[in-house]
C-alpha cells in the first residue's frame, strides 16, 4: 500500500495498540487535534488517533515495540510495514526553578515541534452555546496535565532545553481566545520576544483574526515567523452548528485578515486549519482552498477526530476515501499554486504530522 494511502487509512481509522504504553505520552485533551500518538512511518511523523472510540475498533494494530520503539503495523494479521515511536523527549525530565516540570508548559509534538497552548482557556468554552464542538482545551488543564498561563520567561526556558537536549526544529504556540479585541495576538507577540531573544527558534503563532490588522505588523516583529488562522469549517452552515461563539467572526473577516497578513508574513507563511469530517462537503471545502491558494494562504486541511469527552465524541471521523478525495486534489493545487509544506517557516503545515496531505504533495511532486 503507498505510504500517503496507508497513512490516510490509519488517521481516519485509528489504530489499536497491543501495548497500550507504547511510545512517549499522547496528546490528551488541549487544544486542536488531540487522542494521537506520533508514530514514524516510512520516514514520515505523524499522529494517529488511539484513545478515540474508533480506534478501539480499528482494523489496524500495531505490535508491542522493541526497546527501540520498532514495531509492524498489520492488517487482519497480514503485516504492512515496519513503524517506530519516537523517544521521550529528554527536556521532559527537568523543571522550572518554581518546581513546574517543563512538560506542562510545552510538548513536543511529532518528532521535532514544540508546542504549547499560552493561554490554557478561552471566552468561548465555558458556555456550551458558544464552544467549538470539537475543543478540549479545558480538559488538559482540569487533569492537571498543564498550566492555565505559560509566562514568556517560562516558554523560553524550557524552548532553550528543547532545541539543546533534543533537537527541537520550530515552535507552535497556540492560544484560546482571551477577552479583548487583540483575540491572543498580544500574548503570542510577548511570548515570542522572549523566547527569540533566548533562543533562535522559528515559531509560528496560531489566533483568530484580530480586531486591527496592526497585530500582524506587531507578531511579525516580535518574531513570529508564520501566522496561522484556523477556519476549522467553511461553511456558514456547519460554522455555526459546530462552533457557534467562532461563526460569529464572519468568513469575510477571515479572508480580509487572511489578506492583511500575507503581505506581512509572506506568501505561504500564512496558514489555515480546515477540518474535513465536520459536514462540509468535498467540493466546497476544495473551493475554498482554492481561493485560500490564490491569496497565497496554506490550506491545512486535517481528518476530525472525535475527542473523546467533547460533545462530538460520538461524531464519525471522515472515511479514508473522503479525506483521498480532498487530500489528492488538494496536493496538485499546491503544487500549482507555489505553495509547499518543505517551504513553511513553522507550525502545523511544516510540521504536517496531523494529515497525509504532505505525503500526497510528495506524490505530487514525484
Ligand atoms: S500538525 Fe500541528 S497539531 Fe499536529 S502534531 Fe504537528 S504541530 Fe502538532
Not at 471566552?123 to 456550551?128: D, E, H, Q, V
Not at 515567523?225 to 456558514?236: C, F, I
Request: with cysteine; glycine share 8%.
Amino acid at each position: 500500500m503507498p505510504t500517503a494511502q496507508l497513512i490516510n487509512e490509519l488517521q481516519s481509522c485509528g489504530v489499536r495498540l497491543v501495548d497500550p504504553k507504547a511510545g512517549h505520552e499522547s496528546r490528551r485533551g488541549g487544544a486542536g487535534p488531540s487522542d494521537h500518538k506520533a508514530m514514524t512511518i516510512d520516514g514520515m511523523t505523524v499522529m494517529v488517533p488511539v484513545h478515540t472510540a474508533p480506534a478501539f475498533a480499528s482494523p489496524y494494530l500495531i505490535d508491542k515495540p522493541d526497546e527501540l520503539g520498532r514495531s509492524n503495523i498489520s492488517r487482519d494479521g497480514v503485516t504492512l510495514g515496519s513503524m517506530s515511536f519516537p523517544l521521550r523527549p529528554r527536556f521532559y525530565d527537568r523543571s522550572t526553578a518554581d518546581g513546574i516540570p517543563y512538560w506542562k508548559i510545552a510538548v513536543l509534538h511529532s518528532r521535532d515541534v514544540l508546542a504549547t497552548t499560552v493561554l490554557q482557556s478561552c471566552i468561548r468554552y465555558r458556555s456550551r452555546t458558544k464552544t467549538c464542538q470539537f475543543c478540549a482545551i479545558g480538559q488538559s488543564l482540569a487533569a492537571g496535565r498543564t498550566i492555565e498561563r505559560k509566562t514568556p520567561a517560562q516558554l523560553a526556558e524550557v524552548a532553550k532545553a528543547a532545541v539543546e537536549l533534543d533537537g527541537v526544529k520550530h515552535m507552535v504556540m497556540t492560544t484560546g481566545t482571551p477577552p479583548g479585541r487583540d483575540r491572543g495576538a498580544a500574548i503570542l507577540a510577548d511570548s515570542a520576544s522572549a523566547i527569540k531573544a533566548t533562543i533562535d527558534l522559528p515559531i509560528q503563532g496560531q489566533c483568530e483574526p484580530p480586531d486591527d490588522d496592526h497585530w500582524f505588523t506587531r507578531m511579525r516583529e516580535a518574531g513570529i515567523d508564520s501566522l496561522g488562522m484556523h477556519l476549522e469549517a467553511v461553511t456558514q452552515e456547519v460554522r455555526e452548528k459546530i462552533m457557534p461563539g467562532k461563526a460569529q467572526v464572519s468568513m469575510q473577516r477571515y479572508f480580509a485578515a487572511f489578506a492583511a497578513a500575507v503581505p506581512v508574513f509572506g506568501r505561504g507563511q500564512v496558514s489555515t486549519y480546515i477540518l474535513a469530517g465536520l459536514g462540509d462537503a468535498k467540493e466546497a471545502i476544495l473551493e475554498t482552498c482554492e481561493r485560500l491558494i490564490a491569496l497565497g494562504v496554506y490550506p491545512f486541511v486535517v481528518p476530525f477526530v472525535p475527542i473523546s469527552g467533547t460533545p462530538l465524541e460520538s461524531h464519525p471521523p471522515p472515511s479514508p476515501a473522503f479525506m483521498r478525495a480532498i487530500l489528492e486534489p488538494l496536493a496538485r493545487m499546491l503544487h500549482a499554486g507555489g505553495l509547499q509544506a518543505t517551504a513553511i517557516k513553522a507550525g502545523c503545515g511544516r510540521c504536517g504530522a496531523c494529515s497525509a496531505l504532505s505525503t500526497y504533495e510528495r506524490e505530487a511532486v514525484a
